[in-house]
């Protein structure tokens, strides 16, 4: 069965710290991995999108990785703010499917 | 942001009533996708759409049907509501099938008594 899966479920951090949210899938044979942002009570807001043939991929204070090979990607986070507060999903298409699977996600508490 | 609107945004309902939940975008996406949030399920996929009156089940597919007549519309319909098929519903699009990003609508939270 494939699976996605995200540890930790939970995280504290003051801010100001670097942080580092883990997403590990089974399937090597990945199309994609993304990683989103959800805020209690709203959607899901896509932040990386990570094509198979890329490692990694970043867009301000993120960054996101991608290994294939170890089935592990991860959201590393710079300089976190207490407005990153949210959880954080990855999802991964791992086959010709065309279906994402979702990890469970992480809920990131930043303290002032 | 994504053009992608979600109706109704709250929706409470009894047993045994048709509900139909709509999803619009204005991105002109060809795939189009429902899911259901619950806690300790994460999100499911229950159908989705590659074009046109094009649609196929997903994981969690059973007590829904979809319909797709035109490419900015995709109805979600729960025939006879029961009470595990409350959840929050999210609609999802994206412009190509293994490569491109997938972008939410704000979901409809359905409660069913």
């Known amino acids: 069965k494939q699976e996605v899966t995200q540890i930790p479920a939970a995280l504290s951090v003051p801010e100001g710290e670097n942080l580092v949210l883990n997403c590990s899938f089974t399937?090597?044979?990945?199309?994609?991995l993304q990683w989103f942002r959800q805020d209690p009570g709203k959607g899901l807001t896509s932040l990386l999108l990570i094509q198979s043939s890329q490692r990694e991929q970043t867009s301000g204070r993120l960054n996101a990785s991608l290994d294939k090979s170890s089935g592990r990607s991860t959201l590393y986070i710079a300089a976190s703010q207490p407005g990153d507060s949210a959880t954080y999903l990855c999802?991964?298409?791992?086959?010709?499917?065309?279906?994402?699977?979702f990890g469970s996600g992480t809920r990131l508490l930043v303290r002032p | 942001d994504a053009g992608i609107t979600q109706s109704p945004r709250h929706k409470v309902t009894e047993t045994g009533t048709p509900v139909t939940l709509r999803c619009h975008q204005t991105?002109?996406?060809?795939?189009m996708y429902w899911y259901r949030q619950d806690p300790g399920h994460g999100l499911r996929l229950i159908h989705y759409s590659y074009g046109v009156k094009d649609t196929d089940k997903g994981e969690v597919s059973d007590g829904y049907s979809v319909s797709r007549s035109k490419t900015e519309d995709f109805l979600l319909t729960l025939e006879s509501a029961t009470s595990s098929q409350t959840s929050v519903y999210f609609c999802?699009?994206?412009?190509?099938?293994?490569?491109?990003?997938?972008?939410f609508g704000e979901g409809s939270r359905l409660t069913v008594l």
């Open positions: 991105e002109n996406h060809r795939y």
């Open positions: 999802a991964a298409l791992m086959d010709s499917s065309y279906k994402l699977i």
């Open positions: 399937d090597s044979a990945i199309y994609n």
């Open positions: 999802a699009i994206s412009a190509y099938i293994l490569s491109g990003e997938l972008f």
